[in-house]
């Protein structure tokens, strides 16, 4: 990513660290006699994963953050490495959380337009 994509140190640690903690949650959740590799992996492991974080309570972003490190990497499994499907494409990911803007009052409108006309004046010309 770093040569053929010119990703930006950020980007390759923010995906170094969702990779490594998708990593750490498989390995948990399997004995030694049956992990699973990258290729063996389905949609459904992703599922499980996707309720995790969405349970762990990190937001919509970072979820999305780590799907797509995972999406990037298996896109470069199945390009570079003959993997035949990308299990990770077939998972929905949550929508982004749609803010309100911040609206000010009518009395906050009517101060700030008020405010210069309080300030103090020198009578020098500057």
């Known amino acids: 990513m770093e040569i053929e994509r010119t990703a930006s140190p950020r980007t ?24 699973t ?25 970072t979820v999305r953050l780590h799907f ?10 199945t390009r570079r490495c003959g993997l035949e499907n990308n299990p990770v494409a077939d998972v929905l990911l949550p929508k982004l959380e749609k803010k ?10 009517l101060e700030m337009l008020e405010l210069p006309l309080k300030i103090e004046q020198s009578r020098q010309a500057p």
Do not use: C
């Open 68 to 77: 797509a490190a995972l999406r990037s990497f298996y896109r470069y499994l």
């Open 12 to 35: 390759l640690e923010n995906y170094r660290h969702a990779l490594q903690r998708f990593a750490a949650w498989h390995d948990d959740g399997q004995a030694d006699e049956s992990r």
């Open 100 to 109: 309100l803007p911040v609206v000010l009052t009518e009395a906050q409108v």
């Open 37 to 61: 590799s990258w290729s063996e992996l389905g949609a459904d492991a992703f599922r499980r994963y996707l309720f995790h974080l969405m349970k762990s309570g990190m937001s919509r972003a």
